[in-house]
């Protein structure tokens, strides 16, 4: 018993004391300053065998090193990386406008793992990865979140990078609580046109479907700023296309009653009511009077008015409930937006471990394609900003962070009674990542 304590205690040190790139990459710095050459050299490629997001930067080291030395660089070699993120959020959701408001809660669980093979061939790293994720969501009608209980997403990836280019393709199933299948792709690809210190600046194409669902489409000019400690940023900017699915409110009034002419606030032109939305007008009250009399029919304990409007009524409810069951239903017709968009991210290494990190998303569009020509007159801009603190030990990363998204839509007047003009959500996120 005591060897398999023994045993257990020497395989958590070995996991919580592992080197991080970010160490290696500092003691391959300490022995090139002492002329050690061939000890960099080792070292910096050890920080590559690691892995982490500064493995581009320290594989233009390593190329100078065999450049100058004239190594050549056909070898290859293949390695293992496991990643990880566990956390959770807490949100609430408000929408508003000039006559109303109302305000939601929600959270949502979070696992995601990711298991690579990376295949180092010469300059060119070849990646052969699966993935996994888990959401448990706590969030009921809330419109800009596709709520459900759980959703299971196993997934498959392939990418590539070299010197100036990243090339990440894959397919996701996402697979809901209420027995939806949802199969997506999607795809990533980024070219370095210019390198300079330890910047570097290009363009980039996004990709994502899912079948019978969002589209999301992007290109972008590219910044990028990469250092182990310090400053480092990345901001894209470009045009984006998005296309998803509008509840189409303007048919549905309009094919429940086709009876009168109606005007833009959807009520009949003659001043009326439409049809089936009202009850018909019956003095129920003065016939219960009649009968019984007004202290009789005041008295609400007896029924006597209730089964007076009950009879009243009978026709009507009967016609409601015909119309419940009939083929009159909400369509959604899918609406495709265009428009210019900016993504940012700054963050800040510090030498105790401790990062900032604050990134910003925009996006102004015009609805190019909607369920009319009504709701081709809308537009929407939508912000999100966020600010998180990690810390990183060791191999684990630990975050909290805040979050905030901001959408706003120009409507006709045919539209304004049916979406909110405005709607803010704001999240508090917490967990840990790890890389081996």
């Known amino acids: 018993m005591n060897k398999i304590a023994v045993v257990l205690i020497l395989l958590l040190s070995s996991v919580l004391l592992a080197e991080t790139q970010e160490e290696v990459y500092y003691q391959a710095l300490k022995a090139e300053e002492a002329g050690d050459v061939s000890g960099s050299l080792s070292l910096f490629e050890r920080a590559i065998d690691i892995g982490g997001e500064y493995t ?4 233009e080291i390593v190329n100078e090193y065999y450049d100058a030395l004239g190594i050549s660089r056909d070898g290859s070699s293949v390695s293992f990386r496991l990643q990880g993120d566990v956390g959770g959020y807490a949100l609430r959701y408000d929408d508003f ?3 109303d408001s109302s305000a939601r809660y929600g959270g949502d669980a979070y696992l995601t793992l990711n298991a690579f093979l990376d295949w180092n061939v010469g300059d060119w790293i070849h990646s052969f990865g699966l993935s996994f994720a888990m959401d448990c969501i706590f969030a009921d009608n809330v419109p800009v979140l596709d709520t459900c209980t759980w959703m299971l997403v196993p997934g498959i990836e392939y990418s590539l990078v070299g010197e100036s280019l990243m090339l990440d393709v894959g397919m996701e199933y996402n697979i809901y609580d209420m027995d939806k299948f949802e199969p997506a792709a999607f795809l990533w690809f980024e070219f370095d046109a210019k390198r300079f210190e330890k910047q570097r600046i290009g363009a980039a194409i996004w990709g994502y479907t899912r079948w019978g669902g969002n589209t999301t489409a992007a290109v972008y ?3 990028h700023r990469t ?3 310090g400053l480092n940023g990345q901001v894209y900017a470009g045009v984006k296309y998005e296309a998803d699915s509008l ?3 303007i048919g549905y009034v309009d094919n429940l009653s086709e009876d009168c002419e109606r005007n833009e606030f959807g009520m009949c032109v003659d001043g009326s009511m439409p049809p089936g939305t009202m009850p018909p007008f019956t003095d129920f009250w003065g016939e219960c009077v009649r009968d019984h009399g007004e202290e009789v029919c005041a008295d609400s304990r007896n029924g006597i008015l209730q089964s007076y409007m009950d009879a009243a009524y009978a026709d009507w409810l009967e016609q ?4 419940e069951t009939s083929d009159v ?3 959604y017709r899918m609406s495709r937006w265009i428009g210019p968009t900016v993504r940012s991210k700054i963050s800040y290494r510090f030498r105790n471990r401790l990062s900032l990190e604050s990134k910003m998303n925009l996006l102004y569009a015009f609805l190019v394609d909607g369920a009319s020509s009504e709701y081709e007159k809308m537009r929407k801009f939508s912000v999100s900003w966020g600010l998180s603190l990690g810390w990183n030990p060791n191999i684990f990363t630990f975050y909290v962070g805040f979050e905030q998204l901001y959408l706003h839509y120009w409507l006709p ?3 304004k009674n049916y979406f909110p003009d405005n709607s803010l959500v704001n999240e508090v996120k917490l967990g840990v990542k790890f890389d081996i």
């Open 227 to 229: 250092v182990p400690l």
């Open 329 to 331: 239903e909400m369509e």
């Open 413 to 415: 007047n045919s539209l």
């Open 320 to 323: 409601m409930a015909q119309a």
């Open 56 to 59: 581009d930067e320290i594989r």
């Open 97 to 99: 406008s000039a006559s």
């Open 221 to 223: 000019a590219t910044w």
């Open 247 to 249: 509840a189409d409110v």
